[in-house]
């Protein structure tokens, strides 16, 4: 029988890259092999090492191709949470924001819960104004 945690890993995982991914074409993306790797670990989570493997060369391949993939970062920093790495997950937090500002807001909770110091909104650039007419 599986624990309530273990359900709890998968629903992050799954809703996490589901609601980053809902709207983007596939194409544009490099997964990886991580839609596997997450069904074998739901099944199996003796074999974490492995998807953590899976995901760390997912981004890896993402960032030398410039399609990384939204949600394997925070994925990555959510295992490394689960293992008692909070600085890593904090840093892996940091670096999924940076590179999906749609994500900040959401990782932002996180961080703060965690500790961290939250990365700084992006800078907005006010709309323009009409003169007034004379």
Request: hydrophobic share 45%; with cysteine.
């Amino acid at each position: 029988m599986r624990s309530a945690a273990s359900y709890l890993k998968v629903l992050f995982a799954s809703s996490f890259a589901l609601l980053t991914s809902a709207c983007v074409p596939a194409e544009r993306f490099a997964w990886g092999n991580y839609d596997m790797a997450l069904y074998q670990y739901s099944k199996s989570p003796d074999r974490l090492a492995a998807y953590e493997a899976t995901l760390v060369q997912a981004i890896s391949s993402g960032k030398a191709t410039n399609r990384l993939a939204p949600g394997l970062i925070a994925e990555l920093g959510y295992i490394k949470l689960e293992k008692g790495e909070t600085k890593e997950a904090i840093a892996l937090f940091r670096e999924e924001a940076t590179q999906f500002p749609s994500s900040a807001s959401f990782l932002n909770g996180i961080i703060t819960r965690l500790g961290g110091e939250p990365i700084p909104a992006p800078a907005t650039v006010p709309a323009p104004t009409s003169a007034p007419a004379s």
